[in-house]
Structure formats: structure tokens, C-alpha cells
């Protein structure tokens, strides 16, 4: 079924047109031309906003050595062309002093373009997860998609938007610390309705800690407050860490999963961070 879903709306169209662009020219296919560099602007659309020095050195000097051979797409804007997938390329180009390279023109729109953008991105695995909540925001509110009209065309879980886009509720600084790959997107989504969210961001960064022991303080410091808090887990079974995972990724909550060794029973705490999300639980788990 996760298959299935994967190849399912807007993302089986962009896996097309890239196949489209790979493959000989036909009748119905799109052909390759060649443009100038400088007769081509970057896409405002592009959901990414770093680019890793590194790798993006390893692209110039791979592109200098064999030129670009995969053509980037764009599309006609503004008397010039504008790109809607491919922009690494296209810099990598510049850098390496080239004057042309081959694209791919198609006369989309910007809902398309933005569609686009974002999936080429979240496919090939390089948008951090502030990035890509910032795509899915944008979708939302330029274009009217809902959660799960944008689920179905990306490929992925309801509840995996639901959580990327509750990430831009934290404070700027510490969105920030999850794009420079300094807090990742585990403890991010745990500080996410906590009062001093910075402090404690800065705090998992000096002292090094897991996603595991954050979610512990917090659900103390809750308990101080009269909120009843999970107790303290009894073993670090990397089994029942990515059971947690995975249930906490489901249900959009932090979960906390406690087995004593060799026992056979245990307990399943779930933290809600305000009433809607308790709404929403018991409405999943209500649900046949």
C-alpha cells in the first residue's frame, strides 16, 4: 500500500515528466534544447533555502569534468525562463563557467510549479524539515490545498504534514537550529507548545541530549506543574525506541513506551499538547 501511495497523484506525474526528459525523443515527448545560462532565473517557488557547500562543490566539479547531463526542466516567465526542477544544477553550471545548458521547456502554471518544486525536493531527499513545512505552508495557503490533498500528492502520511507544519510554530531561532542540522526534526517536534522552547533547544545542544531524555524533562517538568508525567523508562531496548517512533510518527504525539526486561506487559504513555490534539486522538482511536 505505501507503494501504491508513493507513485499516486502529482508525484507520479513528476516521475513521467523526468522519465520524459531521459528518455529518446518521440512524438508526444518533450525535446531538449539548449539556452544560456544567464537566460534562465531561479524559481521563487523553490522550497529549499541551503545548499551544502560540499556537495555542491562535488556537482561543480563533476559538471566542469562532464557538463550537465541530465537537462533541468523549465518553463516560459517573464520573456526569459524560470526553473521549476533542477536549480542545483543550474548553479553548478554557472560556477563551472558554462554558457549553455540543455532544458526542457514545459508551459506550467504556478500551482504546478510549486507542486513540482516541492516533490522533485522531498524525493530526492534534500529539504530539511523546516523546508519542507514551509512548501506544504505555502501550498496551503497560495494554492487551497488541504493536508490531505497534499498527503496524496506527495506521497506521504496525513499525520507526517500534520506534525512538519506544527514545527513552524516554534520560535524563529529555533526553526533556524533545525535547517542548520544543529537541533534535529525528533526534538523539535517535542519543544513544540513549550513556553521556552529556545532555552531548552539550546540546552539539548550543550549537553548533548537524546530526543528520549529531552521528552523525559519535559514530562517531568509537566508533572511538577499537577500534570501526571510517564515514568522513567526501565531500559534503553533500541526495540521499543523505534516502536516509540514509529507510533509517535502515526499519531502525530510524543509517545513514551515502557516494558520491563523479560516482561511481557508494560505501558503506553501518549502526551497531548492541548485539548484539539486529545480530540484528535480519540477520534483515530475511535475510528474502525
Known amino acids: 500500500m ?28 518533450p525535446s531538449v534544447v539548449r539556452l544560456p545560462v544567464a537566460d534562465i532565473a ?23 569534468a562532464h557538463g550537465i547531463l541530465q537537462p533541468i526542466l523549465v518553463r516560459p516567465h517573464a520573456g ?4 521549476i526542477a533542477g536549480e542545483r544544477r543550474w548553479r553548478a553550471a554557472q560556477a563551472a563557467g558554462l554558457h549553455e545548458i540543455p532544458v526542457v521547456v514545459r508551459p506550467l502554471d504556478d500551482r504546478q510549479v510549486s507542486e513540482i518544486a516541492l516533490i522533485e525536493n522531498i524525493q530526492r531527499a534534500d529539504l530539511n524539515a523546516i523546508e519542507e513545512a514551509r512548501g506544504y505552508q505555502r501550498l496551503i495557503a497560495e494554492h487551497g490545498h488541504t493536508q490531505s490533498a497534499l498527503a496524496d500528492i506527495v506521497g ?21 537550529m533545525v535547517e542548520t542540522g544543529t537541533l534535529s526534526m525528533g526534538h523539535a517536534r517535542a519543544l513544540v507548545g513549550t513556553a521556552d522552547a529556545e ?16 521528552e523525559q524533562q519535559l514530562a517531568g517538568g509537566r508533572g511538577k506543574q499537577g500534570a501526571p508525567s510517564p515514568p522513567p523508562a526501565t531500559a ?8 516509540e ?16 526486561a523479560g ?18 486522538l480519540c477520534a483515530r482511536l475511535g475510528a474502525s
Open 156 to 176: 506521504k502520511s496525513r499525520s507526517h504534514i500534520t506534525n512538519l507544519l506544527r514545527l513552524l510554530d516554534l520560535p524563529t531561532p529555533v526553526q533556524a
Open 236 to 243: 534503553n531496548d533500541p526495540n521499543s525506541e523505534a516502536l
Open 42 to 64: 531561479t524559481n521563487p517557488y523553490q522550497p529549499r533555502r541551503h545548499f551544502d557547500e560540499q556537495a555542491m562543490a562535488e556537482l561543480v566539479a563533476s559538471v566542469r
Open 2 to 29: 505505501a507503494e501504491t501511495r508513493k507513485k499516486s497523484g502529482l508525484g507520479r506525474g513528476l516521475s513521467a515528466l523526468l522519465d520524459d526528459i531521459a528518455s529518446p525523443p518521440s512524438v508526444d515527448a
Open 263 to 280: 516482561a511481557s506487559s508494560g505501558s503506553l504513555t501518549i502526551r497531548f499538547a492541548d485539548l484539539d490534539q486529545l480530540d484528535m
Open 80 to 83: 526569459r525562463h524560470q526553473i
Open 199 to 214: 532555552a531548552l533547544a539550546d540546552k539539548v545542544v550543550r549537553q548533548g541530549l537524546s530526543v528520549r531524555a529531552l
Open 245 to 260: 517512533s514509529q507510533l509517535a510518527e502515526a499519531l502525530g504525539m510524543p509517545v513514551a513506551l515502557q516494558v520491563a
